[in-house]
């Protein structure tokens, strides 16, 4: 037997590629999407060692310089240099993005199992109001919370995460109603086994595997709603380092030409989203079943 | 449905910390003027008595008085919603057009390369985000190249008192048989409305794809071409009039994102819609005009989902309530 590391590389590829030949286009899609991620994750987590200046320094280099030379993305009209601030923005938005995910899920999942596991008048009303906000627009909805709050990490984090807690709900509150009815629910309520642990055992392990793939399009959502607020001058104060309000900024400068300040912070948006999409898209595609093929 | 947002909006801004009328004073009056301005706006009284009260005046369509400015909400909002209805209709336009032509065309070519392309279209559309792609637009047509204009509804040499009746701007050119003026005005739309347009095409895609894919599996369309008619006419003849159905429903909940993508659009394209103003009395911390916006938004969402329903149940025969 072969235990050289070569050899489990070499196994680890085949079976990558295995994967690709099974579920066709669709894997390379999630491939391409992780990629993206981890690319732009690493950013984030190794971001002073990347930038070369300081997100902050108003003197880095001359006002407006063009790409190119010791600026690789050129400079603002505050002197500092556009790709560390880039370098450095990619903490906020995925933080924020991330951790609004994880509060909107975490809300909503446990909302939507205890109201479709118990049923009667509470599971009606929390459905009105969460359908009410579902068909919300989501933006005004956010730009109202982050309006009346004050600007900060955890203002804008709210705001985004309010928005998401609806789509949650209503997909667990669904599957939750369809797995009441099998047997062996029937069966844990007949020895007497308590909601909670029903729940939790029984009920949303089954629903995790739809969860994970609306996970990750919220995020790719969350990061279009932190930019677009942050765009708009809302949620976060000009001292932290973020990508929409770089653009916010740059804006002011198109007329006269300067296209760096609008052109690099877009990209990186419109990438990381389209890095979340495609790794959901990908797993939705293959955790279907087959089956369902269209 | 309508109440229960609108509840949710009272709520909202209720709840939230900060003190409007302590802000909208500068931030440094003495108490004394504060109390006295909260009892003017009646802001001491009782939650429920206010919330009665808040429910009664929308009933009656009257939103308030705006706290900065000495005008009523509805009035401001009145001259603004024109505008947004027009760039969100025109945006509509565009998303249809590009998204049944695109998604019909990718159904009936189901994995091919041209099918992959359209998706990944689809997919990458709706990442960028609507701003942004007006910038990029303002910046090749309006900077680089200098065809398009990129600011406002109308240009420097069109006087609007001129021809101003109903707030649609077409319309009003049209009725007063100024087409110098009309085309300005539509010269004016065409990027505001391509990037909304543009933005919201990727969803539709999808979902128009998905729809006639199911469409294209049923058996009269199998009947159909084993009769012989021609293939082109039995997708975009008969499937596309069955998948129709569907497609309109989408439509109807696509409003929620064509507002929202309406409010961002207005912001770059400094277009005097409702989006703007709600964002300008943001910054100026206008509560009850930002309460008014929400509202009318909210009103918005309601009236076209009770449309959808209506003409969903007219439509298809077998929907009877």
């Known amino acids: 037997m072969k235990y050289s590391p070569s050899a489990g590389l070499g196994k680890l590829l085949s079976r990558f590629t295995g994967m690709g030949k099974k579920y066709g286009v669709e894997w390379w899609i999630l491939v391409a999407g992780a990629l993206i991620i981890i690319a732009v994750l690493c950013m984030a987590a190794f971001a002073s ?18 790409p190119g030379g010791k600026h690789l993305l050129g400079t603002d009209n505050l002197q500092r240099d556009v790709f560390s601030r880039i370098v450095f923005g990619s903490r906020t938005i995925l933080g924020v993005a991330i951790l609004a995910a994880i509060i909107s899920s975490l809300c909503g999942i446990s909302l939507g199992l205890i109201s479709g596991y118990s049923g009667g008048f509470f599971d009606k009303m929390l459905s009105l109001v969460m359908d009410s906000i579902y068909s919300f627009p989501g933006l005004i909805l956010a730009i109202a919370f982050a309006a009346m709050l004050e600007p900060g990490i955890i203002s804008i984090t709210l705001a985004v995460a309010v928005i998401y807690i609806p789509t949650y709900f209503r997909l667990v509150r669904g599957q939750t109603l369809s797995i009441k009815e099998e047997l062996y629910v029937e069966a844990a309520q007949a020895i007497g086994a308590p909601g909670k642990t029903i729940l939790w055992k029984y009920i949303f392990p089954n629903v995790i595997a739809t969860t994970v793939v609306v996970f990750t399009m919220n995020v790719g959502d969350a990061i279009m709603i932190e930019a677009a607020l942050t765009y708009l001058g809302l949620g976060l104060p000009p001292s932290i380092v973020d990508w929409g309000m770089d653009l916010a900024m740059g804006k002011k400068f198109l007329p006269s030409g300067q296209w760096w300040l609008i052109t690099f912070p877009g990209v990186m948006i419109s990438m990381l989203a389209l890095g979340f999409t495609m790794l959901g898209e990908g797993l939705a595609e293959i955790l279907n079943p087959r089956l369902l093929e269209r | 449905m309508l109440f229960i947002l609108l509840s949710i909006v009272f709520v909202v801004i209720r709840i939230m910390p900060g003190d409007p009328v302590s802000s909208m004073l500068g931030g440094h009056a003495p108490d004394s003027v504060i109390e006295q301005k909260k009892e003017e706006l009646g802001l001491n009284r009782p939650l429920i008595v206010q919330y009665g009260d808040y429910l009664l005046q929308i009933c009656r369509l009257d939103l308030g008085n705006s706290m900065i400015f000495n005008e009523r909400v509805i009035d401001s909002i009145k001259m603004k919603v024109p505008a947004t209805i027009e760039l969100t209709f025109f945006g509509m336009l565009i998303t249809l057009i590009l998204g049944i032509l695109l998604g019909v065309y990718a159904a009936d070519k189901r994995r091919s390369p041209q099918d992959y392309a359209i998706r ?31 600011a406002g509804r109308t240009g420097a040499r069109v006087f609007v008192s001129m021809f101003e009746k109903t707030g649609f701007y077409i319309l009003d050119t049209i009725l007063v048989r100024d087409f110098e003026a009309l085309k300005d005005v539509l010269i004016h739309l065409i990027l505001p409305s391509f990037t909304l347009g543009l933005t919201l095409s990727g969803i539709f895609i999808r979902l128009t794809r998905a729809n006639m894919l199911d469409v294209l599996k049923a058996d009269y369309i199998l009947a159909a071409e084993a009769r012989g008619i021609r293939h082109n006419r039995v997708v ?58 929400i509202v009318i938004f909210a009103m918005i969402v309601a009236l076209v989902s009770l449309v959808v329903d209506i003409v969903y149940a007219l439509v298809d025969p077998r929907v009877r309530y």
Not at chain 1, 49 to 66: K, M, R, S, T, V
Not at chain 2, 127 to 137: A, K, Q, R, T
Not at chain 2, 138 to 147: A, S
Request: a neutral charge; charged letters at 10%.
């Open chain 1, 49 to 66: 060692h990347i930038a070369p200046f300081d997100p902050h320094n108003q003197a880095a280099g001359p006002q407006l310089a063009p």
């Open chain 2, 236 to 293: 975009y003849k008969h499937a596309l009039l069955n998948a129709f159905v569907p497609i309109l429903t989408m439509m109807g909940l696509q409003v929620a994102l064509l507002m929202a993508g309406a409010v961002l659009t207005e912001t770059t394209f400094s277009w005097p819609g409702m989006g703007r103003l709600l964002l300008e009395r943001i910054y100026l911390r206008d509560y009850p005009t930002i309460q008014g916006v």
């Open chain 2, 120 to 150: 990944l279209y689809g997919i990458v559309i709706y990442c960028i985000p609507v701003y942004w792609l007006g910038l990029m637009l303002q910046m090749i047509f309006g900077v680089w190249l200098d065809v398009l204009p990129v």
